[in-house]
């Protein structure tokens, strides 16, 4: 009885059979890696643009109805915008954190003409704030997000600018005061952070 060789994978093919495997598995990682990254850079871009816009549509309609127009104050390092009864208190790039657990207060005064800055920084928890401050007030920043530009300033009788700019990943953001700038720099990916910023014309629709 004669018997017939089996055929078989040699030492050889099944080394180069592994290598090819292993590099798809290495190029799929890569691009699930770069996948990540890029969902990451949108969803923290998406946000940032929502806040950012939610601020602008805001203050925008403070400007257009209200009975007085914008005053700016600060105190101990916090900035206030009061445009009628609504006043926002913030501080410019500060990340909203452990440290800073209010870095963009927006609440309502009870005397619409006289605007009352406070310092943000004096209360960890608002609630135990004096009477000036609003406890029915809500902060408009999500965690790691800081304002880093929040300005009005009057073209003519009627016609104010707004600009508004909001960064989101802490310590990774970097501004330039001197320029005016904001960028994101960071070892781990600029996916990790994000920069919105807007400008916009408002016409009042009640006029002093």
Known sequence: MTRQKQAGFTIVELMIALTILSVILLLSTLTLSQLGKLFSKGVNQANTQNIARNLMTSISSDIQVG????QHKSVSGSETVCMGATRYTFLRAQPLDATHPHVLWRDSMKTADVCTPFDLTAYADLNTAPDAVDKSGVELLGNNMEVTDLDTGKLDDRTWFVTVTIAYGGDLVVYNKIADTTNCQSVKGNQFCAVA????????RLAN
């Open 197 to 204: 910023s807007l400008k916009k014309t408002v016409t009042r």
């Open 67 to 70: 009975s007085n127009m914008p």
